[in-house]
């Protein structure tokens, strides 16, 4: 079988909107880059993947693409569900016969989380892998192609995305993995990542000064 890797972003400068009410928009672009930078990294170093594509509508995000030696995809609608099955017909149009659909907000990803999920997708022949998040979502599904049902990434998305595998005749396999069930969404999650030692991105020294920052002056501000 031939696998694509697909990895949705958006535009940088609205990406982790819940994490505005305590990261600057700057901080908040450079984390979102960084980001892809690493999942990008770990897919190529990895080497499953016949391709890697990245959906989005911010050419910032497609130029990392290229310099990784992916396929930068401008995205035509902005909804994360038609960028993926976008990306999807396009991997499929161009060969593809399975993709694993991987947001780039994971900053536990491992290079064996990728070769979980490809293998647990190898080793059935018809089923649909899913690694689902800590609050319910889907942070990873890797599906034969052309999709078998349309996606449903959001709220509660990991139940969904089982029932439509189920409906549509393909055994759902879960892989339950802690690094990919971490991703960043709120700021409780923010908190999470800045104590991680094994997350080591750039810019995370800069975000945790800048909490820390927020904290005193916050005390500051109490004791007034």
Request: glycine share 4%; aromatic share 6%.
């Amino acid at each position: 079988m031939k696998q694509w890797l697909i990895v949705p972003v958006k535009p940088f400068d609205k990406a982790k909107s819940r994490l505005a009410g305590v990261l600057p928009d700057a901080m908040r672009a450079e984390l979102s880059a960084q980001l892809l930078e690493q999942t990008l990294h770990i897919a190529v170093t990895a080497d499953l993947f016949a391709q890697i594509v990245v959906v989005s509508r911010d050419p910032a995000a497609l130029t990392i693409a290229a310099a990784f030696g992916a396929i930068g995809l401008m995205e035509n609608l902005a909804d994360l569900n038609s960028a993926l099955i976008q990306a999807c017909g396009y991997a499929h149009a161009s060969g593809a016969d399975g993709a694993l659909l991987l947001p780039a907000d994971l900053p536990r990803l491992h290079q064996q989380d990728l070769v979980e999920l490809v293998e647990a997708f190898l080793s059935h022949p018809r089923t649909v892998v899913f690694a689902p998040s800590r609050d319910g979502g889907t942070n990873a599904l890797m599906s034969p192609l052309p999709a078998p049902f349309s996606f449903a990434f959001g709220a509660d998305s990991y139940c969904i995305h089982r029932a439509l595998a189920t409906a549509a005749g393909f055994t759902a396999t879960v892989v339950n993995s802690t690094t990919l069930a971490f991703d960043l969404d709120s700021p409780a999650d923010l908190c999470e990542f800045v104590a991680d030692p094994t997350c080591r991105l750039p810019v995370k020294s800069a975000i945790a000064q800048h909490l820390q920052n927020a904290v005193m002056t916050t005390q500051q501000n109490t004791l007034a």
